[in-house]
């Protein structure tokens, strides 16, 4: 049975959620991202005005006169999440934790896709993959999918996208929009596996960061505890080098990973744990909307 206390944080979600579909993300969501292709609908007589590159030569050939094919976009879509539920998710400064803002994200798009008449699916993971939901259609579908986010804990320390997207290869063999939330802490290289990923399925990847991670607010020794290991370490805030190489070592994760991501022609969106969740979206879909134009 689930806790009250996540109950209520489910609902809230569901709430603030339905208002942002309504809002901002009706008609931005399906001008974005396309169906699969386009499927087949009929044949017909060619008529005057019709575009001569769609005659089907061969019923033409055996009617005696020129017909052509008619294709409908195949809209149907399906939006895979693959969430980071690995221990510093459960880290942030402000009001809500990196998992908790995560999960907003994800009611958004998957209330959204939901509302598209397309399927949804999850895929969590930390060290390892931790559950799988298989792509679904429906409200209460999607919000299934958000209830795991913030109930799922892992079994064990650590972060591996490649074990989750190498899982996401096997178990979803058509093209996909992938959206990964993670808070990139701790997380190696996926290397072939993203590469993999990004060929086959449209992979987005969302940054859920922390003002603290870049920078530490306070003064003196303060002890740190590394939510991955659990491992506590002591640092010191007087310091001004301490501080500027904390803010750089954030600023180089990042780099890093732009590079990579860069060069597959993949895309980064930057949220803040707690911090305002729907219009960093927005100017993504809109970027993506005039960049695909």
Partial sequence: MLPRELIRKIRRIEILTRRHVDE??????????KGRGMEFAEVREYMQGDDVRSIDWNVTARMGKPYLKRFTEERELTVMLVADISGSMDTGSGEETKRETAATVAAILAVTAARNQDKVGGLLFGKEVHSYVPPGKGHRHAIRIVRDILYERPAEPGTNLAAALDMLGRVQKRRAIVF???D??????PGVS???ASRRHDVVMIHVGDR????LKGEGL?????A???AVGWIDLSDPETRKLWRQAAEEREALWDKRLKRLG???VELQAGGDSVMPLVSFFRRRALRFR
Avoid: H, K, N
């Avoid at 901002?24 to 991202?33: I, L, M, R």
């Avoid at 990139?184 to 290289?189: A, H, K, Q, S």
């Avoid at 603290?212 to 920078?215: F, M, Y």
């Fill in 24 to 33: 901002t993300f009706a008609g931005q969501y399906q001008s974005v991202f």
């Fill in 180 to 182: 990964v939330l993670t």
């Fill in 184 to 189: 990139l802490i701790g997380l190696p290289d």
């Fill in 194 to 196: 993203l590469q993999v």
């Fill in 212 to 215: 603290r991670e870049r920078d």
């Fill in 222 to 226: 303060i002890p740190l505890q590394d």
């Fill in 228 to 230: 991955e290991t659990g």
């Fill in 266 to 268: 993949l895309d980064r």
